[in-house]
């Protein structure tokens, strides 16, 4: 026993040179997951690190003289912790040549690299030799889609996963999914995981496959669980506005009140993470009515008030439990108080940089206390100018804070949206973006999150909308988060339309927000100005790019351009400061000769449509915000489009943002602005697009 303990140690030292020699010769992507992508080959290096030195020790012991009675259990040991070496060693050694049996010669599910573009012309069933002939026809899978995606499973699937067995089970790998998701995770195989073979077929066979694994694999239905919206019958008042000229009795004031984003959108798992607080802003001017017209900046007060139902935000989300250990604060939050100090309440204060009023970081959600719906993404603010020495109501007005938290993140990741069917994301869908965040990229965000320290996604990585340079001394290559989201999510969501926005983004055509309103709803997509999600992504990716991120070089190569014909054409910008530029269709101002906006971006923030000035005011005053820049009907909750009240500043009354009128506050013909011949009458204010930026401690406001 002795010699053979002897024997151990020798055969043990030159396995772990060969094991050394193995990881070295590993292609980077097999090392990186070896070394700690795949929390099942983490496992195994786990156990393998405890088997090593029990191995060794045992070895040594029993190469001593040693009582029976003690040897012989010790060589058990010494045994089976042998076997747990080897087992450990070759769960790291096979994973080291997925996704291939023969390393670049046959793929996991024997498919050969080489035929991978005929199968995906030709279809996976069409070109292989065991399936049933009928089902060999894009009519035969039609005819039977069990029978098909069973087929295409055997074909695709079975040779590693089993269907509620103890190898690889399908089935807890793939619960969570919805058809989209399943689809996308399918579609996604073999990008930034390499551990997975491609799907090798056409897009039908991907979804037939996607909805056999969901519906007769996990007993799910085939739905999508985004219940249809039908609009309710939200009515509202409208303040009173005499049109009329001020000397023949009408108002001599009109106030403009806006909000700057289309959507300003919340992640509402506070509990988990947060990447948008409820935070919303909103802006007001007053003009005092004449030939020509004046901004009233000095005597007088505006304030802002939200309607019934949506003053108590903290009894309908749970941020102020951790807001401030999220934002490393020293004390909580006041409840109901946002980020800037504000409420859904309070006085604007005026900037003094710009001569607008502004309200701050609003904390609203769209969740009313009372009334006739849970889910309410169009919240209504009063707002009221005042005279500070008398306090006479001069002007008011009503304005939405569009705020939504129809985050579509449960479409992958699982668990159902928090007001059901509606909206919101459940602790169950927050969580597992924590958990595919861990898988991926070794963090431990789940465990924090449960250990109630929820993470701020820009805490690491860079987001101009929040002002963060991420955390560049533990992690100086990280994409900015608009980056890596949109990248990643760009290699799942391949080769779709605008309905790639709507997965995440809360404008699918039935559900209970549409943020995309208004006239351009009538005419553009979201592809039309930034491009499809490859496109949006590609831009992104390369401002991080020039900034010497390996990541997004790694992301880059796996994306192909769909609206350009190669990358280099894609202009990088960055995100929240380069964006679409209006004028890209509406040159000179008139009414747009094309839909095509992508790949020219404004240059800074002094182009946004949201900052840029027109001859009297920001553009969002006088053509409402940048999504809807028009009202439409007042009767149902996706209407509620921007300012309620918008009478012209000389009387003519059209509603702002009506189709005649958007060109206005650009040429100044009588309406926002003086008429022509008195041009020469303009001030300083009135030179457009030269106002800076709104900043607050160096960041966007949200």
């Avoid at 496959?209 to 239905?221: M, T």
């Avoid at 506050?665 to 009588?670: F, L, N």
Wanted: aromatic share 8%.
């Amino acid at each position: 026993m002795r010699l053979c303990s002897a024997w151990t140690i020798l055969p043990f030292l030159l396995m772990l040179l060969a094991g050394w020699w193995y990881l070295s010769a590993l292609p980077a992507p097999q090392a990186a997951l070896v070394m700690g992508k795949s929390q099942r080959v983490a496992n195994a290096m786990h156990w393998f690190w405890i088997f090593a030195p029990f191995m060794v020790v045992g070895g040594l012991l029993l190469a001593v003289r040693m009582p029976s009675r003690t040897s012989f259990p010790l060589a058990l040991l010494v045994l089976l912790a042998g076997f747990g070496l080897m087992g450990s060693f070759e769960v790291m050694r096979e994973a080291g040549r997925k996704p291939y049996v023969v390393w670049g010669e046959l793929y996991s599910n024997s498919i050969e690299p080489g035929q991978l573009a005929l199968i995906n012309e030709q279809g996976a069933l069409a070109t292989a030799r065991w399936v049933d002939p009928s089902l060999k026809t894009p009519e035969g899978m039609a005819a039977d889609p069990v029978a098909a995606g069973h087929a295409l499973f055997q074909l695709e699937c079975a040779s590693c996963h089993s269907v509620g067995g103890v190898m690889n089970d399908i089935k807890t790998r793939t619960a969570k999914f919805t058809p989209m998701g399943m689809d996308a995770l399918l579609n996604g195989m073999g990008k930034v995981n390499g551990y997975m073979p491609p799907f090798a077929g056409t897009r039908a066979e991907r979804q037939i496959l996607a909805d056999y694994i969901v519906s007769q694999i996990n007993g799910k239905p085939l739905d999508s669980g985004n219940a249809p919206f039908d609009g309710v019958d939200l009515p509202f008042d409208i303040p009173p506005f005499n049109p009329a000229p001020p000397e023949q009795g009408g108002d001599e004031y009109v106030l403009l009140a806006w909000n700057n984003l289309g959507m300003h959108c919340i992640s509402d798992s506070d509990q988990n993470w947060i990447l948008l607080p409820p935070a919303n802003d909103l802006f007001a001017q007053l003009i005092k009515r004449d030939y020509i017209p004046e901004v009233v900046k000095e005597n007088i007060a505006i304030s802002y008030q939200v309607e019934p139902g949506f003053e108590n935000p903290a009894s309908q989300v749970r941020f102020w439990e951790f807001a401030h250990i999220i934002f490393g604060m020293d004390q909580p939050l006041p409840a109901n108080v946002g980020l800037a100090g504000n409420s859904v309440s309070g006085p604007m204060h005026m900037e003094e940089e710009t001569g607008v009023f502004e309200a701050k970081l609003i904390p609203v959600v769209p969740y009313p206390e009372s009334g006739p719906v849970d889910y309410n993404p169009y919240p209504l603010f009063t707002i009221t100018a005042t005279d500070e020495a008398t306090g006479q109501v001069l002007a008011q007005t009503r304005v939405v804070a569009p705020t939504s938290t129809e985050m579509g993140c449960r479409n992958c990741h699982g668990g159902p949206w928090k007001i059901e069917g509606k909206a919101g994301i459940s602790d169950e869908t927050g969580k597992d973006v924590l958990a595919t965040h861990d898988r991926m990229n070794g963090t431990d965000l789940k465990a924090r999150a449960e250990a109630g320290q929820p993470v701020l996604c820009q805490s690491c990585h860079p987001d101009p909308v929040l002002g963060s340079e991420g955390d560049m001394a533990n992690y100086p290559g990280l994409l900015s988060f608009p980056a890596a989201l949109h990248g990643l999510h760009a290699t799942y969501l391949t080769d779709r339309g605008a309905e790639a926005c709507t997965y995440c983004h809360p404008n699918r055509p039935d559900g209970p927000t549409r943020c995309l309103r208004g006239l351009h709803a009538d005419v553009v997509e979201c592809t039309d100005c930034h491009g499809f999600l490859e496109d949006h992504a590609a831009s992104l990716l390369k401002a991080e790019q020039e900034l010497g991120k390996p990541a997004a070089d790694a992301l880059l190569a796996l994306i192909k351009t769909r609206t350009v014909t190669s990358l280099d054409e894609v202009n990088p910008r960055v995100p929240w400061l380069n964006e679409p530029d209006c004028l890209n269709c509406h040159q000179e101002f008139e009414p747009p000769s094309t839909t095509d906006a992508y790949n020219t971006w404004t240059t800074g923030p002094e182009g946004l449509f949201r900052i840029a000035w027109t001859t009297w005011a920001r553009c969002p005053a006088s053509a409402a915000t940048t999504r809807p820049t028009r009202p439409g009907p007042p009767t149902t909750s996706t209407a509620r489009t921007g300012t309620t009240s918008r009478p012209a500043v000389h009387g003519r009354g059209r509603s702002h943002g009506h189709p005649g009128q958007l060109r206005v506050p650009h040429r100044g013909d009588g309406l926002l602005g003086p008429p022509p011949q008195h041009a020469e009458e303009l001030t300083e204010t009135t030179t457009p697009r030269q106002k800076p930026p709104f900043l607050l401690d160096g960041a966007f406001s949200l």
